[in-house]
Nanobody, 123 residues
Framework: QVQLVESGGGLVQAGGSLRLSCAAS????????MAWFRQAPGKERDIVAR????????YYADSVKGRFTISRDNAKNAVYLQMNSLKPEDTAVYYC????????????????WGQGTQVTVSS
């Protein structure tokens, strides 16, 4: 079992930055592809960014390309999401997720989830 705990969310003005962290415990995540998803009220949970278990491949949703950066530190068993130039439409609950040796882009492909952290961007 892998336990994931997100932190770093909060309220920020448009144009500001936040850095989300996801701390893993229970197992090392070096063989897990890790991703950040987000879900706004009344909407589906969508992928924001993904980094493969090897760290060699990243994916970003079109809406965040050039603004968000996903990274991982296997030594610290953690994953991060640096979010810059935030927009009101980025407001959502952000979830960290892990998939064993995968490369998925859909939520159904992920095995482990954190409880989420709220990000609110004011205009």
């Amino acid at each position: 079992q892998v336990q994931l705990v997100e932190s770093g969310g909060g309220l920020v003005q448009a144009g500001g930055s936040l850095r989300l962290s996801c701390a893993a415990s229970g197992r090392t995540i070096n063989l897990y592809t890790m991703a950040w998803f987000r879900q706004a009220p009344g909407k589906e949970r969508d992928i924001v960014a993904r980094i493969t278990w090897s760290g060699g491949s990243t994916y970003y949703a079109d809406s965040v390309k050039g603004r968000f950066t996903i990274s991982r530190d296997n030594a610290k068993n953690a994953v991060y999401l640096q979010m810059n130039s935030l927009k009101p439409e980025d407001t959502a609950v952000y979830y960290c997720a892990g998939e064993y040796l995968g490369s998925g882009l859909g939520p159904a492909e992920y095995d482990y989830w954190g409880q989420g952290t709220q990000v609110t961007v004011s205009s």
